[in-house]
């Protein structure tokens, strides 16, 4: 509204209204050494009730006045902090009145401006962050996750890698935040780009050598049972040590890996021959068929340290994909490069950690219950389905 429309449809503004409105704004803003509590919510009320009929440069001069105030009535900062942004902005980016409720009932009620403005404060609280990711709007979500106070809970973190996947640069600016859990960080970097992906892997990869130390009795007990608890079975999968399976090398044509690797680049990487390999490296088919069918190749140079393939059989296995080595004679491909330099900053334990656990949380989009979902058309409402990290990444990576 302009002035000309406020002078025509608001009543004429006597001097007195207009000195009632200052001192009463003086009023409420006053320290809380001069004037009581009760006596400002009563100020405060009234106020708020002639600010009803008052005009846009009366609410801008009350906004500002009071974008300091600590002590002002809240209802009467969130109406301000409601109206247009012109007259809500120093409120939204100075006032440290606001609690978490004020601002997230602010974000769910106003202009993509006010949630710009609350994404850039000093402080943001999780339930607001988790209302601003709710809305979804690309620019303020960057302002959000690149302010180093906005404080991101798990729930907003896991909508904002949800989104990662169709808003590519947010992963850049993902990784960067703390609150990132390896769950979260392993599930994004399958659409990452290779720097991000080069971060995931160094900063959220573990080792295991406690879990493995404390938990080295339990493969005793399981082997006496034959293996017969499923249960146990897929936590253990995580868990266990060795990578090579050496049961499935005692059924292959190949004596080794490596064999196997060498006869898919001669003969080309068939389906039967990639299932082949992630066998013999204890991963289950939709593991390997991700890793192979990666864009990136990332994923091979995991592979290959998990494994312990050498160096020098990584020319080889991005040969049998039929991958570019060179640009020309002499000249390195940068994508081969960069999964060349991966192999090497990856410790063999946190690439074995990271490819179990792929293999571990990659297959809960296959198992038997999953499918039976699928099949029905929606995602189950059970406790695992809602809460299971294996089916939430796999649910993130392959689509519900």
């Known amino acids: 509204m302009d002035e000309f429309e406020e002078s025509a449809n608001t009543p004429p503004i006597g001097r007195a209204r207009d000195a009632l409105f200052r001192r009463l704004l003086d009023l409420v803003a006053m320290p809380a050494t001069r004037l009581a509590h009760q006596d400002r919510n009563m100020v405060g009320d009234i106020l708020l009730d002639m ?8 609410r801008m001069l009350c906004a500002s006045r009071l974008a300091q105030s600590r002590e002002a009535p809240r209802r009467l900062l969130r109406y301000l902090a409601q109206s247009s942004f012109e007259i809500a902005q120093p409120l939204l980016e100075q006032n440290e009145a606001f ?56 729930t907003a973190v896991d909508k904002l890698v949800m989104r990662s996947r169709d808003e590519s640069q947010l992963c850049e600016l993902l990784v960067e935040r703390l609150e990132l859990r390896p769950s979260q960080a392993m599930a994004m970097f399958w659409w990452s780009d290779g720097i991000t992906r080069r971060k995931i892997l160094q900063r959220h990869s573990a080792d295991r050598l406690e879990v493995i130390e404390t938990c080295k009795d339990v493969f005793e007990i399981m082997a006496e049972e034959k293996w017969a608890d499923p249960v146990a079975r897929k936590a253990l999968q995580l868990i266990e040590r060795r990578q090579r399976n050496r049961e499935a090398l005692e059924r292959s044509e190949y004596d080794s890996l490596e064999s196997a690797i060498n006869a898919a680049a001669l003969e080309g990487m068939t389906s039967e021959l990639a299932q082949e390999i992630g066998y013999l490296c204890g991963i289950r088919p939709v593991t390997i068929a991700k890793i192979l069918s990666d864009p990136g190749g990332e994923g091979v140079a995991v592979l290959c340290k998990a494994t312990g393939v050498k160096r020098d059989f990584l020319p080889v296995f991005w040969a049998a994909l039929r991958r570019p080595l060179e640009i020309e004679e002499g000249q390195i491909h940068p994508q081969f490069a960069m999964v060349a330099e991966t192999y090497e900053i990856l410790t063999v334990a946190k690439a074995q950690t990271t490819l179990r656990y792929w293999n571990w949380s990659l297959s809960a989009a296959f198992s038997s219950q999953a499918l039976r979902d699928a099949q029905e058309g929606g995602e189950p409402a059970n406790e695992e389905a809602a809460f299971s990290t294996s089916q939430r990444t796999a649910r993130l990576v392959f689509g519900s």
Request: charged share 25%.
């Open 51 to 58: 600010l009803f009929h008052a005009t846009t440069r009366e």
């Open 99 to 154: 609690d978490a409720c004020d601002l997230s009932e602010i974000v769910e009620a106003t202009s993509t401006e006010h949630r710009l403005a609350i994404a850039r404060r000093k402080v943001v609280a999780p339930s607001v962050c988790v209302a601003l990711a709710e809305h979804g709007e690309a620019h303020v979500v960057r302002e959000m996750v690149t302010n180093a106070g906005a404080v991101l809970p798990e």
